[in-house]
C-alpha cells in the first residue's frame, strides 16, 4: 500500500489558509496522495465529536492506516492524538505544528471549542506512531511556549524549535513551510 497524507487544520481554520495549500502542492507535485479535510468550525460546530465524525469516514475508507503521514496544526495536533488513541489507529508519521494540550486562557471562543479535544492520556500517543515530529515557536501569540514544549516533551521524538515563528501561520508569514517537506 501506497503513502498518504493528510493535513489538518485548527479551530476557526480550514483546508486552503496558511501553508496548507503549499503543503498539499508540495505533495502533489510529486505525485502522491493527500487529502486535505474540512472540518466544521466554529461554537457549536467544533467538538471532538464533530470532528472524529469526519475522520472516520477516511478510517472506513482505509485511508488512515499504517501508512499515513499526518500533518496538523494549532488544536489538531491534539484531536489528533485523541483520534490515534481512542480509535487504535497506528499511522506511520505525525508533523505536529504549534500543538498544545489541556490549555485555556486564548479567548472565550477558541477555549470553548478546543477543550473537548483534550484528554489526559497523551502520553499514549507513542503508540500509535513511528514518529512525531513537534514544530513550535517561541513567541507563539496565541498558546505559550512552555505550553507547546511541555506537548513536545511528553510525546516528540523530534523537535524543532522556531525562534520568532509566531503561530506558524500566515498571519506570522508561514504561507509556505519548506521544513515541513523533509517529512514527507
Request: charge should be negative.
Amino acid at each position: 500500500m501506497k503513502n498518504n497524507y493528510l493535513i489538518i487544520h485548527g479551530s476557526f481554520g480550514n483546508p486552503f489558509v496558511n501553508w496548507f495549500p503549499y503543503l498539499r502542492n508540495e505533495i502533489e507535485k510529486r505525485e502522491l496522495v493527500v487529502y486535505t479535510p474540512d472540518f466544521p468550525t466554529g461554537v457549536g460546530y467544533q467538538n471532538y465529536n464533530n470532528w472524529s465524525k469526519v475522520l472516520e469516514s477516511y478510517v472506513n475508507a482505509n485511508i488512515i492506516n499504517e501508512n499515513t503521514t499526518i500533518y496538523a496544526h494549532s488544536i489538531a495536533p491534539i484531536f489528533i492524538c485523541h483520534f490515534l488513541v481512542e480509535h487504535n489507529i497506528k499511522v506511520n508519521k505525525l508533523v505536529f505544528v504549534c500543538g498544545f494540550n489541556n490549555y485555556l486562557g486564548i479567548n472565550e471562543e477558541y477555549d470553548n471549542v478546543n477543550k473537548t479535544m483534550y484528554f489526559d492520556n497523551l502520553e499514549d500517543t507513542k503508540n500509535y506512531a513511528n514518529e512525531i515530529i513537534c514544530f513550535y515557536s517561541k513567541n507563539d501569540p496565541y498558546v505559550k511556549y512552555e505550553v507547546e514544549k511541555e506537548f513536545a516533551d511528553t510525546i516528540a521524538t523530534k523537535q524543532i524549535v522556531i525562534d520568532d515563528g509566531g503561530h506558524l501561520n500566515s498571519e506570522s508569514g508561514y504561507t509556505e513551510f519548506e521544513e515541513l517537506l523533509e517529512y514527507l
